[in-house]
């Protein structure tokens, strides 16, 4: 998959030109952060290129100048050692007949022949490792039996370690194969010369087992159960570091597995079903009851209730009519509806949140930049530091057999396959469980801005309010019923396209469900409406509309009327036959869940700030509501971003939710930009984090579960630098038995990927 868009560059990397095009490779034949760093590092040294390489994913994100080719870089990973190709497009989705089956992917295959390389290793290593370790078990020619079952282990068993081993070398390179393959071959090496031509092949010949070294004749000594145990050890740790690579991607994947199938198509007004994939924009479909949106529309035809909750993380359905949009993916829980594709395949919402996910997953965050740049030469320094450990314990105590096992012991403890999944697998599980509950982090960089920001700027209309106007108080005359104001204003402004005029006419329905029609309708601009209904000659608008037909307001009318525009609300005068009859008053009504978002935003740190292009009156009534005591108000769409960039500059550190085209210059500004899922495609872009519910909530929770994730991510950083740290000065200096190590090493990786696991269990 290609493209030539223009991207955000990250901390660390160069900015890439303008016209430079983009490509996400699959690569194969990665076995440790130090392949990665090592591919990377051979595309970066490309003219033109800049690659980011992610071990876990297995995937190469590289943007390249004009006159590069593809093939080229594909060229590049194959002289490196590996292989690289473009991923297939996704296939179609299967038709209703379709049932063929299908090839087990690649991963799956890799997976079962891990599991049988273990297994059968488990089943020939415990024997061995039983006889070493117990001498009661040890009875005559032992050690042969030993050799016949660790042999097959360490050839067949640790073979994806010698051949990926061997590959490198050929390359010039040294890899976390380099270390296994050779302390696994040196200990098996070392059992065969003591068996042959020393005195370990002897009959009667029996050793303990120590967990530290064991001083020992060189020539008696054979090291049969750490060759078999620790090939045993790690490729369990790699069976285990696979399955839960793949646990962390199944939110991903489910994800791309929730859309539709197949679809009823209107065509010349006969259903006929067809599969998803023939789908175009236009395209009128039928959604029945239980059945899924087959992909993002709008409603020509009845009402439901739709089910979003597999995509937004939200509850309760939500009612939708003729000219309300909905989401492909999404479930109908009602009646019959008719809706009109208005995005098909990668433009849908579906296919969006999963490319974000994704390109979250590939990405990298700076803390784990310096991690691969410790992994990349982390080999090479471990095999100068084996080499040290055997000739110092040679020069020191002449013991060659504590010489060979201190320097097997740092060889096998220095895999840093922990440090290169640290990282990945934290993100693949955090951005997996955001997309599951409605969160969609763009990319690792942005871990590190939530952790910093101290201050949340919210954009009013759509964020912190519903955007809608609605009816709030019915204020009314001596003499005159609620229920009467509203059906004469109603009927009225029902006729008229205002903003307010809706809200007046969308309350009266809702309280008199049936309203008359009105006769001689009349706009009067900028002043309100007029008209006959039921007989009565009808003005409902400004005060001053009134006054043009010489008719006062009352002195308690007035005064309400004056107090709700001092709250910020929109006050209507209404008046029929010369005489006031009473008051409505509207307003752009808060969203239920703002004023505890607003709470759960102060509990994590952040001091909000609300800022809109209203006037005060009504942003401070907002506020009031909300709990939120700094207001910004009569800012113009083009100065949002100004505003954020005085606030940086009095040294805040500034998120900003929002979710109209005049936020996306200011979230683009922003430390950290929150874009509501609800908003604009502009908006969308812009942000760093997305919403894709618009539950203002939501934005604390994506706070919180990206901080979540940079700390677990911080915390597997921690354990595996710590491992390494303590685990090599213990190996050189003889306290560790090679097969402790091995056991040791493989822990690691599986205590890193299990601790990133825990996110999906984030509520």
Same mark, same amino acid.
Not at 96 to 105: L, S
Not at 243 to 259: C, I, N, V
Not at 260 to 279: I, N, Y
Not at 738 to 759: D, K
């Given at each position: 998959?290609?493209?030539?868009?223009?991207?955000?560059?990250?901390?660390?990397?160069?900015?890439e030109?303008?016209?430079?095009?983009?490509?996400?490779?699959?690569?194969?034949?990665?076995?440790?952060?130090?392949?990665?760093?090592?591919?990377?590092?051979?595309l970066?040294?490309?003219?033109?290129?800049?690659?980011?390489?992610?071990?876990?994913?297995?995937?190469?994100?590289?943007?390249?100048?004009?006159?590069? *080719?593809?093939?080229?870089?594909?060229?590049?990973?194959?002289?490196?050692?590996?292989t690289? *190709?473009?991923?297939?497009? /996704?296939?179609?989705?299967? $038709?209703a007949g379709?049932?063929?089956?299908?090839?087990?992917?690649?991963?799956?295959? #890799?997976?079962?022949?891990?599991?049988?390389?273990?297994?059968?290793?488990?089943?020939?290593?415990?024997?061995?490792?039983?006889?070493?370790?117990? /001498?009661?078990?040890?009875f005559? @020619?032992?050690?042969?039996?030993?050799?016949?079952l660790?042999?097959?282990?360490?050839?067949?068993?640790?073979?994806?370690?010698?051949?990926?081993?061997?590959? @490198?070398?050929?390359?010039?390179?040294?890899?976390?194969?380099?270390?296994?393959?050779?302390?696994?071959?040196?200990?098996?090496?070392?059992?065969?010369w003591?068996?042959?031509?020393?005195?370990?092949?002897m009959?009667?010949?029996?050793?303990?087992?120590?967990?530290?070294?064991?001083?020992?004749?060189?020539?008696?000594?054979?090291?049969?159960?750490?060759?078999?145990?620790?090939?045993?050890? +790690?490729?369990?740790?790699?069976?285990?570091?696979?399955?839960?690579?793949?646990?962390?991607?199944a939110?991903?994947?489910?994800?791309?597995e929730?859309?539709?199938?197949?679809?009823a198509?209107?065509?010349?007004?006969?259903?006929?079903?067809?599969?998803? &994939?023939?789908?175009?924009?236009?395209?009128?479909?039928?959604?029945?009851?239980?059945?899924?949106?087959?992909?993002?529309?709008?409603?020509?035809e009845?009402? &439901?209730?739709?089910?979003?909750?597999?995509?937004?993380?939200?509850?309760?359905?939500?009612?939708?009519?003729?000219?309300?949009?909905?989401?492909?993916?999404?479930?109908?829980?009602?009646?019959? +509806?008719?809706?009109?594709?208005?995005?098909?395949?990668?433009?849908?919402?579906?296919?969006?949140?999963?490319?974000?996910? *994704?390109?979250?997953?590939?990405?990298?965050?700076?803390?784990?930049?310096?991690?691969?740049?410790?992994?990349?030469?982390?080999?090479?320094v471990?095999?100068?530091?084996?080499?040290?450990?055997l000739?110092?314990?040679?020069?020191?105590?002449?013991?060659?057999?504590?010489?060979?096992?201190?320097?097997?012991?740092?060889?096998? !403890?220095?895999?840093?396959?922990a440090?290169?999944?640290?990282?990945?697998?934290?993100?693949?599980?955090?951005?997996?469980?955001g997309?599951?509950?409605?969160?969609?982090?763009?990319?690792?960089?942005?871990?590190?801005s939530t952790?910093?920001?101290?201050?949340?700027?919210?954009?009013?209309?759509?964020?912190?309010?519903?955007?809608?106007?609605?009816?709030?108080?019915?204020?009314?005359?001596?003499?005159v019923?609620?229920?009467?104001?509203?059906?004469?204003? $109603?009927?009225?402004?029902?006729?008229?396209?205002?903003?307010?005029?809706?809200?007046?006419?969308?309350g009266?329905?809702?309280?008199?469900?049936?309203?008359?029609?009105p006769?001689?309708?009349? @706009?009067?601009?900028?002043? %309100?409406?007029?008209?006959?209904?039921?007989?009565?000659?009808v003005?409902?608008?400004?005060?001053k509309?009134?006054?043009?037909?010489?008719?006062?307001? /009352?002195?308690?009318?007035?005064e309400?009327?004056?107090?709700?525009?001092?709250?910020?609300?929109?006050?209507?005068?209404?008046?029929?036959?010369?005489?006031?009859?009473?008051?409505?008053t509207?307003?752009?009504?808060?969203?239920?869940?703002?004023?505890?978002?607003?709470a759960?935003?102060?509990?994590?740190g952040?001091?909000?700030?609300? +800022?809109?292009?209203?006037?005060?009156?009504?942003?401070?009534?907002?506020?009031?509501?909300?709990? !939120?005591? #700094?207001? !910004?108000?009569?800012?113009?769409?083009?100065?949002?971003?100004?505003?954020?960039?005085?606030?940086?500059? *009095?040294?805040?550190?500034?998120?900003?939710?929002?979710?109209?085209? @005049?936020?996306?210059?200011?979230?683009?500004?922003?430390?950290?930009?929150?874009?509501?899922?609800?908003?604009?495609?502009?908006?969308?872009?812009? %942000?760093?984090?997305?919403?894709?519910?618009?539950?203002?909530?939501?934005a604390?929770?994506?706070?919180?579960?990206?901080?979540?994730?940079?700390?677990?991510?911080?915390?597997?950083?921690?354990?595996?630098?710590?491992?390494?740290?303590?685990?090599?000065?213990?190996?050189?200096?003889?306290?560790? =038995? /090679?097969?402790?190590?091995?056991?040791?090493?493989?822990? &690691?990786?599986?205590?890193?990927?299990? =601790?990133?696991?825990?996110?999906?269990?984030?509520?």
């Amino acid at each position: 998959m290609t493209s030539t868009a223009p991207e955000k560059t990250r901390p660390g990397e160069a900015p890439e030109p303008a016209s430079a095009s983009r490509v996400e490779l699959s690569i194969g034949g990665m076995t440790c952060a130090s392949c990665a760093a090592r591919i990377e590092k051979k595309l970066n040294r490309m003219d033109g290129v800049t690659a980011t390489v992610n071990y876990a994913t297995e995937k190469a994100k590289v943007s390249y100048a004009p006159g590069i *080719e593809v093939a080229d870089l594909i060229a590049t990973v194959e002289r490196t050692g590996y292989t690289a *190709e473009e991923p297939s497009p /996704p296939a179609p989705p299967a $038709g209703a007949g379709d049932d063929v089956p299908t090839a087990p992917p690649a991963a799956d295959a #890799e997976l079962l022949s891990l599991r049988q390389r273990l297994f059968a290793s488990l089943a020939l290593s415990v024997p061995v490792v039983l006889m070493a370790m117990v /001498p009661a078990l040890q009875f005559d @020619n032992w050690q042969w039996l030993s050799l016949t079952l660790a042999a097959p282990v360490v050839a067949w068993g640790a073979f994806p370690f010698h051949r990926a081993a061997f590959t @490198n070398a050929r390359h010039g390179a040294a890899t976390m194969d380099t270390l296994v393959s050779l302390g696994t071959l040196a200990a098996l090496g070392w059992s065969l010369w003591a068996l042959f031509f020393g005195d370990a092949g002897m009959p009667g010949m029996r050793h303990g087992f120590d967990f530290a070294l064991s001083r020992a004749d060189g020539s008696s000594a054979i090291y049969l159960e750490a060759a078999a145990g620790v090939t045993a050890f +790690l490729l369990a740790g790699r069976y285990l570091e696979a399955k839960s690579k793949r646990k962390a991607g199944a939110a991903l994947r489910a994800l791309l597995e929730l859309g539709a199938k197949d679809v009823a198509v209107l065509r010349d007004g006969t259903e006929v079903r067809v599969p998803v &994939s023939q789908l175009t924009v236009g395209d009128r479909f039928v959604v029945r009851p239980g059945e899924k949106v087959a992909t993002d529309g709008t409603v020509v035809e009845g009402a &439901s209730a739709v089910d979003a909750s597999m995509l937004t993380g939200e509850s309760v359905p939500v009612d939708v009519g003729v000219g309300d949009a909905v989401t492909g993916a999404t479930v109908n829980a009602g009646g019959r +509806l008719v809706v009109e594709a208005t995005r098909v395949g990668a433009d849908t919402q579906l296919a969006r949140m999963a490319k974000l996910v *994704e390109d979250a997953q590939n990405g990298k965050a700076e803390v784990q930049r310096l991690a691969d740049r410790i992994s990349g030469v982390f080999v090479p320094v471990v095999l100068l530091i084996a080499a040290a450990t055997l000739g110092g314990w040679l020069g020191a105590t002449g013991d060659a057999t504590a010489a060979f096992t201190a320097a097997v012991a740092v060889l096998i !403890i220095a895999c840093p396959c922990a440090l290169g999944l640290a990282t990945p697998t934290a993100l693949m599980v955090g951005t997996g469980r955001g997309a599951q509950l409605g969160i969609l982090i763009k990319g690792p960089e942005v871990l590190e801005s939530t952790r910093r920001v101290d201050t949340v700027v919210l954009d009013k209309t759509g964020t912190v309010t519903t955007g809608r106007m609605r009816l709030q108080e019915v204020l009314t005359a001596p003499g005159v019923t609620e229920d009467e104001l509203l059906r004469l204003a $109603g009927a009225l402004e029902h006729a008229s396209e205002h903003p307010i005029a809706r809200a007046v006419a969308a309350g009266a329905a809702e309280r008199v469900r049936t309203l008359p029609v009105p006769e001689d309708f009349e @706009n009067a601009a900028g002043l %309100g409406v007029q008209g006959v209904v039921d007989g009565h000659a009808v003005l409902v608008g400004r005060e001053k509309l009134l006054e043009e037909w010489a008719i006062e307001l /009352p002195r308690d009318l007035a005064e309400a009327k004056a107090a709700a525009e001092a709250d910020g609300r929109t006050a209507v005068a209404v008046a029929w036959d010369g005489e006031a009859r009473g008051v409505l008053t509207v307003a752009d009504a808060v969203k239920e869940t703002s004023a505890e978002a607003v709470a759960e935003l102060r509990r994590l740190g952040l001091e909000p700030v609300l +800022l809109t292009g209203d006037n005060r009156l009504v942003a401070a009534s907002v506020a009031r509501a909300v709990g !939120i005591d #700094e207001v !910004i108000a009569d800012v113009l769409p083009e100065d949002k971003a100004d505003v954020v960039r005085r606030l940086q500059a *009095e040294g805040r550190r500034v998120a900003m939710v929002g979710d109209g085209v @005049n936020d996306a210059a200011a979230l683009a500004t922003a430390d950290l930009g929150l874009a509501m899922g609800t908003g604009t495609d502009a908006a969308i872009e812009a %942000g760093d984090l997305t919403l894709v519910r618009g539950d203002l909530r939501v934005a604390a929770d994506a706070i919180r579960l990206a901080r979540r994730t940079l700390a677990t991510i911080k915390g597997n950083l921690f354990w595996a630098f710590g491992y390494n740290v303590a685990a090599l000065p213990l190996a050189a200096a003889g306290l560790l =038995n /090679p097969m402790i190590a091995g056991a040791a090493m493989a822990f &690691s990786s599986v205590f890193v990927v299990t =601790n990133s696991l825990r996110l999906r269990s984030f509520r």
